[in-house]
Nanobody, 128 residues
Framework: QVQLVESGGGLVQAGGSLRLSCAAS????????MGWFRQAPGKEREFVAA????????YYADSVKGRFTISRDNAKNTVYLQMNSLKPEDTAAYYC?????????????????????WGQGTQVTVSS
């Protein structure tokens, strides 16, 4: 079955950087999108970034555009989220997700329900 394992979270000062990794296994992901979502205490899980595995086309939430970069390594079956210029409001549990692209709207909706597989999450804390 599909497994997603995140790593790379931690505590960082505002303005700092972190790189999250998501190791994916259990199938080939050519027809999939990989996404990063985050959830802060008391808030709903929100979209952060996504990448279409086959073409490496990327999508970002407005709140992280220009600061975060999503990428994937085909050989390692791993997706990364490079986070620069971190802000205290970026503090959250970050989740990796995988979903099969079934229609052309998939990568425009950024909807949690479109992603069938989820990792366990990794905590990112940004201190001011």
């Amino acid at each position: 079955q599909v497994q997603l394992v995140e790593s790379g979270g931690g505590l960082v000062q505002a303005g700092g950087s972190l790189r999250l990794s998501c190791a994916a296994s259990g199938r080939t992901f050519g027809s999939y999108a990989m996404g990063w979502f985050r959830q802060a205490p008391g808030k709903e899980r929100e979209f952060v970034a996504a990448i279409r595995w086959s073409s490496a086309t990327t999508y970002y939430a407005d709140s992280v555009k220009g600061r975060f970069t999503i990428s994937r390594d085909n050989a390692k079956n791993t997706v990364y989220l490079q986070m620069n210029s971190l802000k205290p409001e970026d503090t959250a549990a970050y989740y990796c997700a995988a979903g099969e692209i079934r229609d052309i709207g998939f990568l425009l909706r950024h909807r949690r329900d479109d992603y069938a597989y989820w990792g366990q999450g990794t905590q990112v804390t940004v201190s001011s």
